[in-house]
């Protein structure tokens, strides 16, 4: 596969931004994918936001590994990172405002001295297709932030206010200029956070079941109903054995490895193929 970079004009713009408006809050919470905490985190945000208390939340965590996740919480710990883990749906919200009153627990004694109450403002960062913006509906109870299954929908910033004294701002999904590490940008396609569209599809999804002919044998196999040896079969070979263990065929029976492709990618997002982390901090 040609090598792989998405970095649309709008993400260098949203960099700016988030360098001037970073002075401005009080706490910054940084989400990525609980399947590929390391992929899916940008070392750009890292460095930007790094003068702030911040908070790494560990989202989708209902789709990934419990012991994976287990051992990437422990890991972070034991390099001084506050992290959490938060399901895509029906998360449990009261860590998440534990952490920001602590956060900003002495800028608002401060103005309480003065005889004024401080709305507190929180940044909400973190690469495109992670949750930002179903995780901000979820903690205000409403959809008042605009989402989608595909990275780039949010293109500008949002304050949305939670409480009357607590703001969210909903930034847009940023990548880093160059992906050079490849292993972590198929590991971003994977996911769906970079456009299918500027990558082969059905290449994409061979590699995928190459993976997850790795990681998770038995689960894959049952999905696509492959047989036993197919994680030592050509990759040419695992669409086509995908098509026909699904029945994903053309008239004549051909295979339809286009089709294909599209599902196999869809089905691994939305989770069908059961709870998978795509790498561990041993790795």
């Excluded at 908070?55 to 590994?65: H, V, Y």
């Excluded at 005889?115 to 495109?128: C, F, Q, S, Y």
């Excluded at 993976?211 to 044998?217: D, G, K, S």
Aim: aromatic share 6%; charged share 25%.
């Amino acid at each position: 596969m040609p090598e792989i970079n998405w970095y649309p004009g709008h993400m260098a713009k949203t960099k700016k931004i988030l360098e001037t408006q970073i002075r401005s809050v009080d706490a910054v919470i940084e989400l990525c994918d609980a399947r590929a905490p390391k992929a899916t985190r940008n070392p750009d945000l890292v460095r930007l936001t790094g003068g702030k208390t911040r908070i790494l939340i560990l989202n989708k965590a209902d789709l990934a590994s419990d012991a994976a996740t287990a051992q990437w919480l422990a890991y972070y710990k034991k390099y001084g990172v506050t992290a959490l883990k938060y399901q895509s749906v029906g998360g449990r919200a009261k860590e998440i405002f534990r952490f920001i009153e602590n956060a900003a627990r002495p800028a608002v004694e401060r103005m309480k001295a003065r005889g004024a109450n401080k709305t507190v403002r929180v940044m909400v960062v973190g690469i495109p297709n992670v949750g930002k913006s179903t995780f901000i509906n979820h903690l205000r109870g409403a959809a008042v932030a605009k989402t989608s299954d595909r990275p780039g929908v949010t293109r500008s910033n949002q304050w949305v206010k939670i409480t009357p004294y607590l703001e969210l701002l909903d930034t847009p999904g940023m990548l880093w200029p160059k992906l050079e590490d490849q292993g972590s940008a198929r590991v971003l396609a994977f996911l769906g956070s970079i456009r299918d569209q500027i990558m082969d599809g059905e290449e994409l999804a061979t590699q995928l079941l190459e993976t997850l002919l790795r990681i998770a044998p038995a689960q894959t196999r049952a999905r696509y109903k492959l047989p036993e040896d197919a994680a030592g079969r050509l990759p040419e070979e695992l669409l086509e054995l995908a098509c026909r263990g699904r029945g994903w065929l053309l008239s004549g029976g051909r295979c339809d490895t286009e089709r294909a492709a599209s599902l196999v990618l869809d089905e691994f997002r939305a989770g069908k193929l059961g709870r998978i982390t795509l790498e561990t901090p041993e790795e």
